[in-house]
């Protein structure tokens, strides 16, 4: 194939392809930041969790600290959250697109 003939076929595939992506990419980064919002209350749980194994079988032993200093996570949870309706909805129009295109190129025909 010739380069001219690639670079059509490429800015055909990205004009396609685009808004997929970007809606991808939003719930990607909505469920990466929710995940990793998440990891403080399921490390606290994991303490207490620690923290009762201890009491129970080692009586002994010193217990993990349970209480730590920081933000309340739902409201960085919010954030994960946002990014994963913005890219639901960016996917929901980009469908709705899809079969507009469609819907008018079986009429034309």
């Not at 749980?45 to 730590?68: C, D, H, M």
């Not at 739902?74 to 994963?84: D, K, N, P, T």
Request: glycine share 6%; proline share 3%; no cysteine.
């Amino acid at each position: 194939m010739s380069k001219s003939r690639q670079l059509r076929t490429a800015k055909k595939y990205a004009k396609d392809y685009a808004v997929a992506v970007v809606a991808a990419e939003f719930m990607f980064s909505g469920v990466s930041a929710l995940i990793a919002t998440l990891k403080y209350p399921l490390s606290i749980e994991f303490l207490k969790l620690s923290n009762a194994v201890i009491r129970q079988g080692f009586r002994g032993w010193t217990l993990l600290p349970e209480s730590y200093a920081q933000a309340p996570w739902w409201y960085l949870a919010a954030e994960g959250r946002l990014g994963i309706a913005v890219g639901v909805l960016v996917g929901l129009w980009a469908n709705s697109r899809e079969q507009r295109q469609a819907s008018v190129r079986l009429l034309s025909i």
